[in-house]
């Protein structure tokens, strides 16, 4: 029997900003705030209050508190009282801060984990972790019968990187990394049982391609770090995502139409166009994704997560096949394929 997701949590900042609000913070040329108010975004969590002025010691101190209360809040939403001594593997994916020990050691204690349990942190994926956190927890549960925890925690706010004015090349990086991106964290949990509503781990599948690195990801300047968001990559991602989806498909003997439910990186309302457009994923199986871009903007590899916890809450899916679509730094792409019913 394949190992299942048998639950997920997720939990964002309790404070939050309007497109309008969050404009208005960064005083940028009042011609910009098309830019935030076509972006499909009602509004973004976020960890650092707007016109907060931090150094960057200030800022990994943030991260860590930021981090620390997410992922304590995530994983306690997922594990919704269960017992955690059957947890064998914690999973850590995040690309916007470094600690160590890492987050979940140092909430080892307060959620009550085994002393026996493997932790794996992921960093340097950027949006994409969500993805090595899952096969990770899946191959564990899968070899020990344990169950496993996969977490993503991003505080998007603390890369906010000081920007006088708009990039005068018009690449415009930061401003439109400012305009998407929110803070989060998700949990999921891996495991067996008989519940319809959980669907089976069936198969992964990933794709990189190293002509893309220059396009998407964080590089250091003056001290701190700076977002990598080319302007090409609504463009870009089509070419990314095919591959991966095409190799999962065919080795099931699957088309995109037996595909019922679609869980994709929220990357931006441009790059799920382009998805859409060039896949030809019909528009009802972009709504998921489109919600959670809507009510939380892009929060990087906790998305995933989110657009998966709508899904089980909204839809209640007891049957079908259904397909992750993750997206990430360098260019990365993977396709993690799920299965309701027997």
Not at 117 to 123: A, D, K, N, S, W
Not at 243 to 262: A, C, G, M, T
Request: glycine share 8%; aromatic share 10%; with cysteine.
């Amino acid at each position: 029997m394949s190992p299942k997701i048998t639950s997920i949590g997720f939990a964002v900042p309790e404070r939050s900003y309007t497109q309008g609000e969050v404009f208005e913070s960064l005083h940028y040329p009042r011609h910009f705030r098309r830019i935030f108010l076509d972006a499909a975004i009602d509004k973004r969590h976020l960890w650092v209050p707007l016109d907060s002025q931090m150094s960057w010691q200030q800022a990994c101190e943030e991260y860590n508190k930021g981090a620390i209360w997410l992922s304590r809040k995530a994983v306690k939403a997922c594990l919704d009282r269960r017992d955690v001594s059957p947890i064998g593997s914690v999973s850590f994916a995040s690309c916007t801060g470094y600690n160590c020990p890492s987050i979940m050691h140092q909430l080892h204690s307060e959620l009550g984990f085994s002393p026996n349990v493997v932790y794996t942190p992921i960093l340097g994926t950027g949006c994409e972790g969500a993805a090595p956190s899952l096969w990770r927890a899946y191959h564990h549960t899968l070899a020990t019968g344990q169950q496993s925890l996969a977490i993503s925690a991003e505080i998007c706010s603390v890369c906010h990187f000081p920007e006088p004015e708009p990039d005068p090349s018009g690449e415009w990086e930061l401003l439109r990394a400012n305009a998407i991106f929110g803070d989060g964290a998700a949990a999921a949990l891996i495991g067996f049982d008989d519940d319809p509503r959980h669907p089976y781990l069936v198969d992964f599948e990933t794709y990189f391609d190293p002509e893309n690195l220059k396009h998407l990801g964080f590089v250091w300047q003056d001290g701190r770090l700076r977002v990598l968001l080319s302007r090409q990559i609504p463009k870009i991602v089509p070419s990314v995502v095919q591959p991966p989806i095409e190799r999962i498909l065919q080795r099931h003997h699957l088309s995109l139409n037996d595909i019922r439910w679609w869980v994709i990186h929220p990357g931006g309302s441009a790059v799920l166009n382009n998805l859409k457009d060039k896949l030809g994923i019909p528009e009802d199986k972009m709504a998921l994704s489109r919600e959670a871009l809507r009510l939380f903007g892009n929060t990087s590899s906790s998305a995933i997560g989110i657009v998966g916890k709508i899904l089980m809450e909204e839809k209640d899916p007891q049957s079908g096949w259904g397909l992750i679509i993750s997206l990430g730094a360098g260019l990365a792409a993977g396709a993690t394929l799920l299965r309701w019913g027997d």
